[in-house]
């Protein structure tokens, strides 16, 4: 699927939405930017002062995804960050996330902040969110210095408005299923392939037409089983709920915001014990709940106390997800029966893993995590020494522990055979145990933040002045570790403005950290940034149908001290090593062996970062349009001289900071908004990001072909041989270089000879495909409201990615695996014209089961993320029952996919999937 395919379809999904999409109430998002105050580094601003590049999306757009883990519910909703799940299992299904691709082919991990403190947020719920923003350039993110050239995602919770108190509560529960699962032949069709590939390998069939036969009428269950694995394992679908209450409110003394939200999500396991002590479903049950407090203590003095804290209760088979779905996966549905006559477990002495029997025989493990976290904010107002001046100081405290409560054991299997006299013997491997209780903790941190600012904010008839001076401590400890992960520094941000047409601002970080030699650990990190807005200039005010335009553009360096490799990098490590016997006795005495060479030098990487933009607002702020490029060019990154050091020197080379990357692209967002007139209103948001980087050095060994380099490539090629085809015959694969991989036979798979050597080995590996990685990420929002029905759906979409398929998923036989459908399209004499697949073997064939563009397939997918129908009851029919608002509404998550992997979901290949779900709702709030 390529960019065009993806425009096509984002294109035709705009238009029909246009007629069919709904938006319920106006958002805080609409308001125009002379007005809106927007999330920045360790702050807030007026939208129209920034001049850094950042996006938003509000905590009640979040909401209407139903995704149980907030994270999953980002996908295409703030340009630049890329979201890509690697799992779907209940309370382990957070996605990796990426801001502007890979800059660092390290570590390109963000940092997330909540409330102005470093925290993950991945289990908070979208109800206590007011909004969350990525910020991408080196005007946004030089506060963070030594941390922030990978990105900052800011997330700024509710808090307390001046009014009445108001209640709000919600319900919801669905239902949840797979949005694919992998495909595999019957056991007649599998042994059929298998005899095809048994005659192949110049072997007898193993399965006779008896046995053929028995699998195809299906009338000898126990000695000719033939089981899907995957519904022997799963049910249809899993209940999935969430319930939230929340109250806010106060006056011009106090304001308060206090929420409580209960989520649980079940996993597919069928069968389980609901009491949790014999065996466990994949269970996920989390609480939440939050107090945001404000208080104006004098005219002069204001205080806030936030409290947020989460218990989250998992419960799984005793047997991990890995082993389960692996084994489903794997396992022929011929090998064995579930249960054998007597219901004891089926198995082989090859296949020890009955997957019914993980599930249900392994006992019960369970997880117990507990976060808690309290901030408490002072501000004082210096009026009295000039105006505007003010200074404040926070503490925050972050504390999480996991304890663990298992019961774990182990089954037996039977393998069935039949006896001379016709008798069943049951062969056993294995022993069925009781079980073991292992209850402890298992793991814990605890992070303290200190953060003290000065700020002045002051006008001057047209001039205005904002300025920051802060200074920030950030000490982090994991158990186990005696030594804590620290950061401190200083920062700085002055911001002019004139007429409010000319914006200028500049932002420094200095920080260090603990990981480099002392001395060594700190560093400046500037940024400059200005901003022009037309709007205001005379020469366009007579336009009519500009409402807002705004130029922008920042240079400015960051760093990013999460370098890879091992920590301390600067120190001399050894170890235990190998030892000598000593005296007539000989007395062993143990050695010492001496690590890599530590690194004196050893410094953080630099990110040089280069954005322009362009903000406008047109036709009354009904049409919004956001543009920005940029570059990047990261420096420092850690690599090894493996090329220039022989290895004859005896001593682990050092990490130095030798590496390059350029990373290029641009984010574009396009909206237009039409408030409801007459009862009726719609919108549309569409927005597309790009990201491509290159490495320009990585001290790699010398290879003999410059196509081998992995410098000028993308961050994490994948390298392969390039398949040509299948061998049709002896005379071609006589007349063909030579494979050195394994023999061949007709119907192998035929690589370019690359090099011309008149051989084909690792040294004709090249790019092939793209990274996982997306370089293009798409968005689609659109709504209409009518009376007081609302309709709304959000596409995402992605494209110029490479997936790799391989293993059980498609490689038929190979560790004694099943066969996909995808294997009936395989070489034959009769079929080599038309075939897809290569011949059949039952033994490993190294040659055929290479990483080459024959197992790639394109990435690209479209998938509907969200879609929300909903109607709320008109206020004067409620507000006798007291009710401001009641809504009733329906919604479904990743309803479908288009996409050209076919044999799985593009997104998880292999293991728990991607889950798909539909939900009703009733929301109230009085």
């Known amino acids: ?390 200074i404040s100081g926070a503490v925050s405290f972050n504390n999480w522990f996991r304890g663990n409560d298992d019961k774990t054991k182990d089954f037996a299997v039977f393998q069935l055979l039949r006896g001379t006299g016709g008798d069943t013997i049951y062969n056993k491997f294995g022993e069925n145990t009781t079980a073991t209780v292992n209850d402890g903790q298992n793991s814990q941190w605890r992070r303290t933040n200190a953060l003290f600012h000065v700020t002045y904010d002051r006008s001057f008839g047209l001039h205005a002045v904002n300025a920051l001076l802060q200074y920030q401590q950030d000490v982090y400890t994991i158990s186990g570790n005696n030594v804590p992960y620290a950061h401190q520094g200083i920062g700085g941000r002055f911001s002019y403005s004139y007429d409010q047409k000319y914006l200028a601002e500049l932002t420094f970080g200095y920080n260090g950290s603990e990981n480099f030699p002392k001395g060594k650990r700190f560093g400046f990190f500037p940024a400059i940034s200005a901003g022009w807005i037309l709007s205001r200039e005379e020469f366009l005010q007579s336009a009519g149908w500009i409402s807002f335009l705004k130029l922008r553009a920042s240079y400015g360096l960051t760093g990013n001290d999460q370098v890879g490799g091992r920590r301390f990098p600067y120190q001399q490590y050894y170890s235990g090593g190998n030892g000598y016997y000593f005296g007539t006795d000989n007395h062993y005495s143990g050695g010492m062996d001496e690590g890599s060479l530590g690194n004196p030098g050893i410094t953080w990487e630099k990110a040089r970062k280069v954005n322009a933009g362009i903000d406008a607002s047109l036709w009354k702020d009904r049409v919004s349009f956001m543009l920005d490029v940029f570059s990047e060019k990261r420096t420092d990154i850690l690599a090894e001289r493996t090329s220039s050091i022989p290895g004859y020197l005896g001593v682990g080379l050092p990490a130095e900071n030798v590496g390059s990357v350029n990373n290029r692209g641009f984010e574009v967002q396009a909206g237009y908004r039409k408030e409801a007139v007459s009862s009726l209103g719609f919108f549309v948001n569409a927005s597309a990001a790009y990201a491509r980087n290159r490495i320009l050095y990585m001290a790699e060994a010398k290879q003999p072909y410059d196509y081998l380099n992995r410098t000028g490539q993308r961050i994490n090629q994948p390298f392969g041989l390039q398949a040509i085809g299948f061998f049709k015959d002896e005379a071609e694969i006589a007349a063909s270089p030579r494979q050195t991989f394994a023999p061949v036979k007709p119907g192998d798979i035929r690589y370019k000879d690359q090099n011309g050597d008149n051989i084909i080995d690792i040294y004709d590996e090249v790019p092939i495909g793209k990274p996982a990685l997306p370089e293009w990420t798409f968005g689609l929002h659109a709504g209409v409201q009518f009376r007081g029905f609302d309709l709304e759906a959000f596409f995402q979409g992605v494209t110029n990615r490479s997936v790799m398929l391989q293993g059980p998923l498609v490689w038929a036989f190979v560790n004694d695996a099943k066969a996909a459908p995808i294997a009936l399209g395989r070489w034959t004499p009769e079929t080599a014209a038309t075939a897809t697949y290569p011949r059949l073997t039952s033994t490993a064939n190294d040659n055929n089961y290479r990483a080459s563009d024959f197992w790639q397939r394109n990435g690209s997918f479209i998938r509907l993320r969200n879609v929300e129908l909903g109607y709320t009851i008109p206020a004067s029919l409620t507000r006798r029952a007291g009710l401001q608002q009641t809504r009733f509404y329906v919604n479904a998550v990743n309803l479908f996919t288009i996409d050209e992997v076919k044999l799985a979901d593009p997104e998880v290949l292999v293991g728990y999937p991607v889950m798909k779900s539909v939900n009703i709702g009733l929301k109230l709030q009085l």
């Open 1 to 390: 699927m390529n960019t065009r395919y993806i425009s096509i379809y984002i294109l035709t999904a705009m238009s029909t939405l246009f007629s069919v999409a709904a938006h319920a109430q106006a958002r805080r998002d609409s308001l125009p930017d002379s007005v809106r105050m927007v999330p920045v580094a360790y702050g807030m601003q007026p939208a129209w002062k920034v001049t850094g590049a950042q996006a938003h999306v509000s905590g009640e757009e979040l909401r209407k995804s139903s995704a149980p883990t907030l994270s999953n519910a980002l996908y295409g909703r703030l340009p630049g960050l890329t979201v890509m799940q690697g799992n779907g299992e209940p309370g382990y299904d957070a996605p990796g996330l990426a801001i502007r691709g890979a800059g660092s082919y390290q570590n390109a991990g963000i940092l997330t902040f909540v409330d102005g403190f470093e925290s993950p947020f991945d289990q908070l719920t979208a109800d206590e969110i007011e909004t969350i923003t990525v910020l991408k350039d080196a005007a946004a993110t030089a506060l963070y210095g030594i941390r922030g050239a990978n990105g900052v995602l800011l997330i700024t919770t509710k808090r307390g408005t001046t009014g009445k108190p108001r209640i709000s509560f919600s319900a919801q529960t669905g239902w949840q299923s797979p949005t694919k699962l992998p495909e595999f032949l019957s056991s007649y069709d599998y042994a059929s392939l298998y005899n095809e590939a048994r005659l192949n390998d110049g072997q007898p069939a193993r399965f006779t037409q008896a046995d053929l036969d028995a699998y195809r009428s299906g009338n000898d269950p126990y000695f000719h089983p033939d089981v899907n694995w995957y519904d022997e394992v799963l049910r249809k679908s899993a209940p999935l709920s969430n319930y939230n209450l929340n109250i806010s409110g106060g006056n011009n003394n106090a304001r308060f915001f206090v929420l409580l939200n209960v989520l649980q999500n079940t996993g597919l396991y069928k069968n389980t014990d609901r009491k949790k002590e014999d065996n466990s479903n994949a269970n996920f049950l989390r609480y939440n709940f939050r107090s945001n407090v404000d208080i104006n203590v004098t005219r002069r003095l204001s205080a806030s106390l936030d409290l947020a804290g989460r218990v989250e209760d998992r419960s799984y088979p005793g047997a991990s997800a890995g082993d389960i779905w692996g084994n489903m996966m794997l396992i022929p549905p011929n090998a064995f029966p579930v249960h054998n006559p007597d219901g004891s477990y089926g198995g082989t002495s090859i296949y020890r893993n009955n997957p019914v029997g993980l599930v249900l025989g392994k006992g019960v493990a369970t997880t117990h995590d507990r976060n808690l976290q309290a901030t408490m904010r002072l501000h004082y107002s210096l009026d009295q020494v000039t105006e505007g001046l003010a």
